[in-house]
Structures are given as structure tokens and as C-alpha cells.
């Protein structure tokens, strides 16, 4: 059985919405990674153990299969009741797209409408600080990550007027996270969020297995959490489900895990998968067997009721009874008491 703390995933899941939600769902990851790729400017102003996980998605419906967003909220030290929000747009893709940033202006466009909602009608709205992180499965970034590098600014302008148009201009800027293809040592931030975003990074590819392999250090640094083997146990589930090679070579891939914890956590694992399906599949087998069951009954009623009134039948008269449909048979088995022969059993049958 999955240990506390540890998630499985069935094919009718999205593994990689449930794996970021499970890793940067904790607080602690949350905030570890927030204040990694934050400017300095506002690490000291930052309570960061005061981090929470706020409520609500934001991505565009038609976006989710390829989207994940969280929204997280912290005060701000010695400023009353004001918040800073840390919204995530994780993308599960490896080409950044050139309206990234329009979309994540939506975005923050709808969570400040979402929390003017929530704010009483009667008291002034001001709307808090977001930053926005794009956290992107690609090796490289060259997209804009403001608007302002977005706008169309003719080539004759000052300085200040170009001063002047991105003063006016709502600048909803984001930073990007880019995930480093075979380098996740570069990540920063807490070692379960690293190695959650360069597992992804790694399966992705295909490479699920050489990532246990290639990278023992951050593998060691995860093993010293608390629940470890919890930890580990989601990951290599999620190795599994969305890494085919590995699921389809399990064994092999096993036997190549080099070290001894890791290899007899993944055996576990593997096995429970299997029972897993193994269980499913008897279940399957059992509603099939009821089903027949159940129509071989109806025959046997249908039958009992001719041999009642009208003797034994021939074989061959049974035969065609067994093979009707299901709803030729119930209607034959209402007329059963109408026949007075087999001849009208023949001709009730050979209109059918």
C-alpha cells in the first residue's frame, strides 16, 4: 500500500498537474522557490513562513491539459494587513509561446477581479503585488517576460517618451523558471520542488530512469526529509505512469537502479501497480460473469416454461432460444405461455 503522504496516479488522472500540486502544494516548497527566483529588492520584506496556498485556477479552460497554475499568498513584515501574491504558471510544454505574457495579464487580471470579489463593497480596493513565475519545461527562454517588451513603439521616440509609455503602461511582468535540460543541480529552492521540476523535465524525454541514476546527489538530499519514502514513493509512481519505457522494462529498469533503497522502494512500487491491475481486471472478469450469468438464467427460464407445457424440445429448437438478444428474449419468454406447440414455437421464432 502507498504510504502516508504518498499519491498514486491512475490513467484517467493529469500526472502532471497532481505532481506539482502534490510537491508545491506544501508551504515550505512553496516558499523555498518563491524566495530563490525572487528579485532580492524583496526577500527582507517578505514574511516567508507566513506563505499559504490561496485558493482558485485561472488558466484558460482549453489551456489545462498543457497548464498548471498555483496561487500562493504571504504578509508583508511590518505592513499590516497587506499581502504579497506569488501566482505560478507551470507549463507543461518545452517551446515557450510568444503570448505567454498576454495570457498571464489575464490571468492576473482575473485574480485581482477574484479578490475584489471577496473584499467588502464598501471599503477602497487596492490591488496587491503579484509576481508571477512562468515555470517552463524547455532548456531555454527567449521570450518577453513584460508587456513592454511587447509594445510597438515607433523607432524616432525619446527616452522620455519612451519613459513616459512604460510609466502609463501597467507593466505585468513574470519571471521565468527555466528548467535546465540535464543540469537540474542549477534549480534552486527546496529539494523536493527541484527534483519534482527536473523528474518532469527528465520523463519528458523519456529519461525518468537516468534521472535516478545520473543525479544520486539530489536524490541523497531528498532522502534526508522527513516521510522520505513517501517523497520518493510519489515520484517513482509518477515515473512509471508517464515514462512508458520504464513501465513497459520495469524489471530491467529496476535491476539498473543502483542504489539499494531507491531499487527496493521502485520494486514495491511496481508490484502494487501490478496487483493493481491485476485486481482490476478480475473485476472486469466478474462483471462479465454475471452478466452471462444472468442471460444464461433468463434461457433456463424460457426453457423451463416451454418443457412445462409442451415436453422436451429439440436440441436444436434450445440452441436458437440460448442465441437471442437480450430483448427478443424477455418479449419470448412473456409469449411463453401462448404457445401450444413447437410448431408455433418455430413460427413465433422465424418471424423474429
Known amino acids: 500500500m502507498p504510504e502516508e503522504n504518498e499519491i498514486t496516479f491512475d490513467k484517467v488522472d493529469k500526472p502532471h498537474d497532481r505532481l506539482i500540486k502534490w510537491s508545491f502544494g506544501r508551504s515550505y516548497v512553496a516558499s523555498a522557490h518563491c524566495r530563490a527566483y525572487c528579485p532580492d529588492v524583496f526577500v527582507p520584506i517578505v514574511d516567508w513562513d507566513g506563505l499559504t496556498t490561496h485558493p482558485g485556477s485561472f488558466v484558460d479552460p482549453e489551456l489545462t491539459e498543457s497548464h498548471t497554475d498555483l496561487l500562493f499568498k504571504a504578509p508583508l513584515v511590518q505592513s499590516g494587513d497587506s499581502a504579497i501574491y506569488f501566482y505560478f504558471l507551470i507549463e507543461h510544454i518545452t517551446n515557450p509561446k510568444a503570448d505567454t505574457i498576454l495570457r498571464l495579464a489575464e490571468y492576473k487580471l482575473d485574480i485581482w477581479r477574484s479578490l475584489r470579489q471577496q473584499s467588502p463593497k464598501n471599503e477602497a480596493f487596492q490591488i496587491p503585488i503579484i509576481l508571477a ?99 520518493l514513493g510519489t515520484l517513482l509512481r509518477y515515473m512509471f505512469q508517464v515514462d512508458n519505457r520504464s513501465w513497459n522494462h520495469r524489471q530491467e529498469v529496476i535491476e539498473t537502479i543502483e542504489d539499494k533503497q531507491i531499487q527496493s522502494k521502485a520494486m514495491s512500487i511496481a508490484e502494487q501497480l501490478e496487483a493493481k491491475g491485476i485486481e482490476k481486471g478480475i473485476e472486469k472478469g466478474i462483471e462479465k460473469g454475471i452478466e452471462k450469468g444472468i442471460e444464461k438464467g433468463r434461457v433456463g427460464v424460457a426453457l423451463a416454461l416451454l418443457e412445462g407445457s409442451l415436453g422436451d424440445l429439440p436440441n436444436e429448437l434450445k440452441e436458437r432460444i440460448a442465441g437471442l438478444d437480450f430483448e427478443v428474449l424477455l418479449l419470448f419468454i412473456r409469449n411463453a405461455g401462448n404457445f401450444g406447440s413447437v410448431a408455433d414455437v418455430e413460427n413465433w421464432l422465424n418471424e423474429r
Open 133 to 231: 513565475y512562468v515555470i517552463h519545461q524547455g532548456s531555454t527562454w527567449n521570450m518577453p517576460t513584460r508587456i513592454s517588451e511587447m509594445l510597438e513603439i515607433p523607432e524616432s521616440a525619446t527616452e522620455e517618451l519612451r519613459a513616459s509609455i512604460f510609466e502609463l503602461e501597467l507593466d505585468m511582468g513574470c519571471l521565468p523558471v527555466v528548467v535546465p535540460k540535464g543540469q537540474p543541480e542549477q534549480l534552486k529552492g527546496h529539494i523536493l520542488g527541484r527534483v519534482t521540476l527536473a523528474i518532469m523535465s527528465a520523463a519528458r524525454e523519456n529519461r525518468a530512469l537516468e534521472f535516478f541514476n545520473e543525479h544520486g546527489a539530489m536524490i541523497s538530499e531528498l532522502l534526508k526529509e522527513q516521510d522520505s519514502m513517501a517523497l
